[in-house]
């Protein structure tokens, strides 16, 4: 168990819809990172929060938005769903907010659009 | 943006074989990774090896760093090993830069009985 949590860990939804995918980090870190793993494009960074603030950006869809919260947990909001987001998502977290920190990943979140 | 190439894409093996992977990098890292996505697609980590050599039991780990490479080195493999091994870096420019990890394609190991 890396002690981040995500849920829930299973989504179904329908093409055109918004949901809502929630992360708790490991005690004590202040990152929270997503990523997106599909089939044709592998593992990618999505977005970076560090203490509240949005410190990295990757290849984040205009659709999807994330923030974190002062508890420090993060959600990930993606809207207007298509089939090609069908993936599983990643959160992680790392104790520090640069490059030399080790980060811990969650089980996931697989979302399925149809 | 930097690149990251792992191999062999693929690898099978008896039970109780040994087995080394390798990760190549395109620029300086400050963070190296590697893990273990099992068959329900947990993300497990293995070491955080930037540079230097490190042991986990069967597993070891060594990062050369001025040289852009890591190997992964699995000894008597079990069933339980099989799954995606994948390595992740980040080149890091400090503190408030943020960061973010750079996946490579992964080796796909298969430990048969």
């Known amino acids: 168990d890396s002690g981040v949590t995500q849920t829930p860990k299973h989504l179904i939804t329908a093409t055109g819809q918004r949901v809502t995918l929630r992360c708790s980090p490991r005690s004590g870190d202040l990152s929270v990172y997503w990523y997106q793993q599909s089939l044709d494009q592998g593992l990618q960074f999505l977005i970076q929060y560090y203490n509240g603030e949005e410190r990295a950006k990757g290849n984040i869809l205009e659709r999807f938005s994330a923030q974190q919260f002062p508890d420090l947990h993060s959600e990930l909001n993606l809207s207007s769903l298509e089939l090609g987001d069908s993936a599983l998502y990643f959160c992680a977290s790392s104790a520090r907010g640069g490059g030399n920190t080790e980060a811990f990943f969650g089980q996931g979140t697989r979302l399925t659009v149809v | 943006g930097i690149q990251v190439e792992q191999s062999p894409p693929d690898l099978i093996l008896q039970e109780g074989a040994n087995s080394t992977l390798r990760c190549n990098f395109s620029d300086s890292v400050n963070n190296l990774q590697w893990f273990h996505q099992n068959p329900w697609g947990q993300l497990i980590n293995l070491f955080y090896?930037?540079?230097g050599t490190k042991q986990n039991g069967r597993l070891s780990a060594t990062t050369v760093a001025t040289e852009r490479y890591s190997l992964l080195y699995i000894s008597s493999s079990q069933t339980t090993d099989s799954g995606v091994y994948f390595c992740?870096?980040?080149?890091?420019?400090?503190?408030?830069?943020?960061?973010?990890?750079?996946f490579g394609e992964g080796t796909q190991l298969t430990v048969n009985p």
């Open positions: 090896i930037p540079s």
């Open positions: 992740a870096v980040d080149r890091g420019y400090g503190e408030t830069s943020g960061s973010r990890l750079t």
